[in-house]
């Protein structure tokens, strides 16, 4: 079936590193995929997507490119920030009818200063 | 504002209880859905509705209902709360006419303790 694996928490990186969190899917079709952000007792806020192969999405300074061939849409960022501390959910959608998105379980991200 | 209100945001209730869990909108989104959060396991999907009158199971639809008021109301009822049922939950929205590739938007979420 469908479904999204991300790299299991939590990662600790001192700010101003460089961030990697990788995302594989699995998928019938060509599916959208996401990047949702959760801030410590917030909603999730979509952060960025790609909607076909060989297209980066990107958002403050975030970076992910959609790589079919990979089946990858891992989560890049040069300098990290304390700001960045949060849970990091990639995701998928297909084109169908029911319109559900497929989350993975989320990378729990802390920024040291 | 928010576009995407849920009340309560924390709710605490004994096993056997009735607890409905409320969302509005005012994004004029017709999409809404509901999503439990468990630790370590992402989020998963309770139910959906296109409109008013087009409600769907989700994959964890068992033990909860739903009830689309109007477009911008949609409410998660535990008939008979159980204590796996404490989690986080969450509604989120989306428009159909932002096409096949639209995302959703998230409320705060409500946490959920079932004692």
């Known amino acids: 079936g469908d479904s999204v694996t991300q790299m299991e928490g939590p990662v600790t990186l001192s700010e101003e590193a460089f961030l990697t969190i990788n995302c594989t899917y699995t998928?019938?079709?060509?599916?959208?995929l996401f990047w949702y952000v959760q801030y410590p007792g917030e909603g999730l806020q979509l952060l960025l997507k790609a909607t076909k192969a060989d297209d980066k999405g990107s958002n403050k300074g975030f970076e992910a490119t959609y790589r079919k061939e990979t089946t990858s849409f891992h989560l890049e960022k040069g300098s990290v920030q304390v700001s960045d501390s949060a849970v990091y959910f990639c995701a998928l959608k297909l084109n169908t009818r029911d319109d559900k998105i497929i989350f993975g379980k989320g990378t729990r991200l802390h920024i040291l200063p | 504002d928010a576009d995407v209100t849920q009340t309560p945001r924390n709710r605490i209730t004994k096993t056997g209880k009735r607890i409905m869990l409320e969302c509005s909108q005012t994004k004029g989104h017709d999409r809404m859905y509901w999503y439990r959060q468990d630790p370590g396991l992402g989020l998963r999907l309770i139910y959906y509705?296109?409109?008013?009158?087009?409600?769907n199971k989700g994959e964890i639809s068992d033990g909860y209902s739903v009830s689309r008021q109007a477009q911008a109301k949609f409410s998660l009822s535990l008939e008979s709360a159980i204590p796996n049922q404490t989690a986080l939950y969450f509604c989120?929205?989306?428009?159909?006419?932002?096409?096949?590739?639209?995302?959703?938007?998230f409320g705060p979420g409500t946490r959920l303790t079932v004692l």
């Open positions: 509705s296109f409109d008013v009158k087009d409600i």
């Open positions: 989120a929205t989306s428009d159909t006419l932002m096409g096949a590739w639209n995302e959703q938007f």
């Open positions: 998928a019938t079709g060509y599916p959208s």
